[in-house]
């Protein structure tokens, strides 16, 4: 099932797309909270404006460096456990929506991923029972300022600026997140080109480990880090990212 949350001009709503991401079927509530019911309502996906299919309540947890490849790429080794890091709401946006280049970076960098979105309260909970927390699955780009990143020496400023944090275009929720295609494409070109099968920590380890820190609440959302290839974008330009089974997110850039 793939939920979107989307606007007509008026209140956003929820709606289920179907298989070939051409119409939404309305429904009614928030699908987190409350039974999915229809309200009879339909629209073609390509005459409303999808919106973040999730605005995280409490928090995005991203992890750093979960791709051997991409840990190579950055000059070290993957970590033997999971490297979190938070990343605050403010800094989410959805699908066609532009991210912005403040003037403090000259050094920004795209980071396709696979972001899980939490759907019940959960805490110290062990890998098996992932799967019965995990509301569904969507796609990010980690936006990066990759020089403040490394003067400051830690990420919240580099990963947490407001709109570095894209999601969409909606959740997928009958997803096998084990061996998905991952493929960014700036401008068009293929600029990553991996596979969630190359995670260092799969995504059972990363939740359980992300709940032995923190409550997960629901529409928490945990992005499960980056393949190699990461780079930088520029002002004018546009990211896509497609996961396999899940469909395309696309942001242009603008420099502030």
């Known amino acids: 099932m793939r939920i979107a949350r989307f606007t007509t001009g008026e209140d ?48 995005v947890i991203g992890i750093g460096k979960n791709y051997a490849d991409h840990a190579k790429e950055m000059g070290g080794e993957a970590p033997t456990e999971p490297l979190m890091f938070l990343i605050p709401n403010t800094a989410v946006i959805g699908p066609g929506e532009p991210v912005v280049l403040p003037p403090v970076t000259s050094e920004v960098h795209y980071e396709g991923e696979l972001a899980v979105v939490i759907g019940r309260l959960c805490k110290d909970i062990e890998p098996e029972e992932v799967s019965k927390v995990v509301f569904g699955y969507t796609v990010a780009d980690d936006v990066t300022a990759r020089d403040l990143q490394r003067g400051d020496g830690q990420w919240a400023r580099a990963k947490g600026m407001d ?19 991952l493929r960014t494409r700036l401008d068009g070109e293929v600029v990553q080109d991996g596979t969630t099968a190359d995670m260092v920590h799969d995504v059972a380890t990363l939740v359980s480990y992300a709940s032995k820190a923190f409550t997960l609440l629901p529409g928490d959302v945990i992005l499960t880090g980056t393949p190699a290839g990461v780079g930088p974008v520029e002002g ?11 469909g395309t997110l696309s942001n242009p850039f603008v420099r502030r």
């Open 236 to 246: 004018g330009q546009r990211v896509e990212v497609e996961i396999e089974g899940i």
């Open 12 to 59: 956003p709503v929820f709606g289920l797309v179907d298989g070939a991401g051409e119409k939404i079927a309305e429904i009614t509530g928030d699908p987190l909270y409350t039974k999915i019911e229809l309200t009879g309502a339909t629209h073609l996906v390509e005459e409303v404006r999808l919106l973040a299919p999730v605005i995280p309540r409490s928090k």
């Open 163 to 181: 709109t570095f944090c894209p999601i969409g275009p909606w959740i997928e929720t009958d997803l096998d997140p084990a061996n998905l295609s």
